[in-house]
């Protein structure tokens, strides 16, 4: 059997599975348990926060063969054919690829039919802000009074470009985007489960990389494996994403402080030549300084220089007199 990726393996098949989104969530599991439900439904968010998953795991509590449910069996024909990508009356439309209005117009002339093999007919329409004007206006109407067996769920990372007449009648949900935590907490029980050795740094770095998707951070802990021959470590992990080191951020610092303009050049040479960009070199100054004040705030008097607040980071002890005064200021 082919390798199947981390991201659509671990992709979650009901909602005890999700990783975070619980303000959208419950509100999901009240409407289905109360049998409350809305005609369309509109996800909002950055890419890979949970806006399809949580859209077929929709399907499925509304067309399980056990009752319309939030918590769908997952045994059933209905449950194993969405999930497999097969199930004929969950029909999943690509808004980038099928802009046009006669796209939209063939789409409505086939809501008139009944469902084949579920109670509802569940209508999928992804990156919807890329249909255009007459696309929109072709389908206001079905949008807003459709079948009783025709739900509808848009998803958009682009909330902006959506008509006001479109948003006024879905029930919108905004994702989250995930913290590097969640991320962390996550990618360590895939790993645990998958077998693969990491380190926690390695773990870090993947998560803060991630941006707030779990699907990038999903495909970049494959990328590591790849590259880690199997494992996942910090050094690897370092390498592959191309991040400063800390090492090159106190040379840059040092520099600076001690008004060493041959240093300084020196260590932005050093950068250039790695290819960094100014924006990435000044995102990880920035972060690194953040980390090495918030101890200040976090234990008054502290002046070991060790960072107490996840995602910081002590500063060289031989220089801690000096950068206290100079940049940390710390009591």
């Known amino acids: 059997m082919s390798y199947q990726v981390l991201a659509r393996k671990w992709r979650p098949r009901s909602f005890r599975e999700m990783v975070g989104q619980t303000h ?22 950055t890419r890979g926060v949970g806006k399809t998953t949580i859209a077929r795991i929709i399907a499925k509590c509304l067309n399980c ?3 319309i449910t939030s918590t769908p069996c997952g045994t059933c024909s209905v449950c194993c054919e969405i999930d497999e990508g097969r199930f004929v009356d969950l029909i999943e439309i690509d808004a980038a690829s099928r802009t046009k209005v006669e796209d939209t117009r063939e789409l409505l002339d086939n809501v008139q039919y009944a469902p084949s093999r579920g109670r509802f007919k569940v209508y999928l329409i992804d990156e919807v802000h ?34 006001a ?9 905004s994702l989250k985007n995930m913290t590097p935590e969640r991320v962390v907490e996550h990618l360590s029980h895939v790993l645990g489960v998958e077998n693969v ?39 690897d992990v370092r390498a592959m994403l191309g991040t400063l ?21 020196e260590a932005v040479r050093h950068l250039a030549e790695q290819g960094r960009t100014g924006m990435a070199c000044f995102r990880k100054f920035s972060t690194c300084c953040t980390g090495w004040r918030l101890p200040r705030h976090c234990r008054k008097g502290s002046t070991t220089g060790t960072a107490i607040v996840t995602g910081c980071w002590p500063w060289p002890r031989p220089c801690l007199p000096k950068t206290c005064s100079s940049i940390t200021r710390w009591a």
């Open 130 to 163: 890329m249909l255009s004007s007459h696309s929109f206006n072709a389908l206001l109407k079905t949008l807003e009074e459709p079948p009783p067996y025709v739900k509808f769920i848009l998803a958009t990372t682009d909330p902006q470009k959506l008509p």
């Open 65 to 67: 063969e056990t009752g």
């Open 24 to 45: 959208v969530l419950k509100a999901l599991i009240n409407a289905l348990d109360s049998q409350r439900l809305h005609h369309a439904y509109l996800f909002t968010g």
């Open 165 to 173: 007449t479109i948003l006024s009648r879905c029930l919108q949900f």
């Open 197 to 235: 050795p990491f380190e926690d740094d390695a773990l870090w770095l993947l998560g803060r990389a991630a941006d707030g998707s779990m699907r990038d951070a999903m495909s970049l802990t494959d990328q590591a494996i790849a590259f880690g021959e199997g494992k996942v470590m910090a050094a």
């Open 245 to 265: 080191d800390h090492g090159q951020v106190y040379d840059v610092l040092h520099a600076l402080i001690n008004g060493d303009a041959k240093a300084l050049l």
